[in-house]
């Protein structure tokens, strides 16, 4: 699990990368995920990764919050089909006041990457 959590830790880094360089890019995904067969699939995607997350914490550096960051992922995913549309045009109301609110997102989308591949990497050991 501690791999996968890796993984997703990185997906995220990169998400905020993108976010942080090419916002319009960023805000074409988020809109492309709010489609009614698509929204279905970003829950589930959610769920997983919620699910990764819990499994995941008991070997981290951070077990409780990465466990309560799980937790709070798998929640989201489970309430996106029904309240995911209206929170995402909220959201992507607020993107369209300018790149610069968008960068902000994708700032905090590159830190809880930054903090997932923290708290799942493996610890380096002094020689």
Known sequence: MAIAALLIGLLIL?????????PDLFVS??????????????????????????????????????????????IGGLLTPFIGARIAAVVL????????IVRLWAGASLAMGIFVVYAVAPSRRAP
């Open 29 to 74: 995904f988020v809109r492309t995920l709010q489609t009614s067969p698509l929204i279905y699939l970003a829950a589930a995607i959610r769920v997983a990764v919620g699910v990764v997350f819990i499994g995941a914490a008991a070997t981290s550096r951070l077990s409780k919050v990465l466990a309560g960051f799980g937790v709070l992922i798998v």
């Open 14 to 22: 990169i998400q905020g990368i993108v976010g942080l360089v090419a």
């Open 93 to 100: 109301g607020w993107w369209s006041e300018g790149p610069e």
